[in-house]
């Protein structure tokens, strides 16, 4: 795992570097070359804080987006669930490999730019799923990135975020990722009602994490 956060550090840096902030992205999932363990956010399944909501809310389903879709496993659990999803990565890359491993007639796999997304999914999706994109995204990109999730949900959606939660911000972090503060994490929703924020600590890591759900009213 040190190899791998060591690659993605060199291609993070190598990306600023160059100005292109966002393309280390495509040169991790490109390097990579099929094998998911140089994909170090992707275990395998889908993320347990989202099982762990999806569970308790026992949602109709619907229509889902999948923000930064990466190997496809929180896509696939939703349409499993018989959600229709989008899922989109910024990486095309990932896109292709996302599809040829779960091919489900549920999901549509699609390039996509949280910067800039399509202009028809506004409104359109009654739940939006961000997992661990806004912490791997620097700070002058985040901020305006967080702030098109909220315009995608639909009347009565849901938007549901998790990630790394920042403990105390005195202390300089050193990413990707950056873990994020509560008070940022609060304006993502923007509009939205928040129901929900669970932070926690997962049995063998220092990592705190966290859930946070926002409903349209």
């Known amino acids: 795992m040190d190899e791998v956060r060591r690659q993605l550090r060199s291609f993070s840096d190598a990306a600023a570097t ?3 902030f966002l393309d280390w992205f495509e040169r991790l999932y490109d390097h990579a070359d099929s094998n998911p363990a140089w994909i170090p956010w992707s275990k ?3 993320h347990p804080l989202l099982i762990d909501w999806m569970k308790k809310t026992n949602l109709s389903p619907g229509t889902a987006l999948v923000v930064g879709c990466g190997l496809g496993e929180d896509a696939m659990y939703l349409a499993e669930l018989g959600w229709n ?3 989109f990565d910024i990486a095309p890359t990932a896109v292709q490999w996302a599809s040829e491993r779960y091919p489900h007639e549920r999901i549509d796999w699609v390039v ?3 910067l800039h997304p399509n202009k028809e999914w506004e409104k359109a999706f009654d739940l939006v799923v961000e997992v661990h994109i ?3 995204i620097p700070e002058e990109f985040r901020i305006p990135a967080s702030r098109n999730l909220s ?3 639909s009347s009565a959606g849901q938007l549901v975020c998790i990630g790394r939660l920042c403990i105390d911000d005195s202390i300089e972090q050193d990413g990707p990722p950056w873990p994020l503060t509560k008070k940022f994490i609060s304006s993502v929703g923007n509009d939205l ?3 929900d924020f ?4 997962f049995e063998g890591e220092e990592t705190v994490r966290y859930r946070a759900v926002w409903e349209d009213e």
Do not use: F, R, W
């Open 193 to 195: 009602k928040s129901i």
């Open 198 to 201: 669970t932070p926690i600590q």
């Open 18 to 20: 160059e100005g292109k």
């Open 151 to 153: 315009p995608l949900v």
């Open 85 to 87: 999803v989008t899922a």
């Open 112 to 114: 996509g730019d949280l």
């Open 44 to 46: 395998g399944e889908p």
């Open 134 to 136: 806004l912490q791997a």
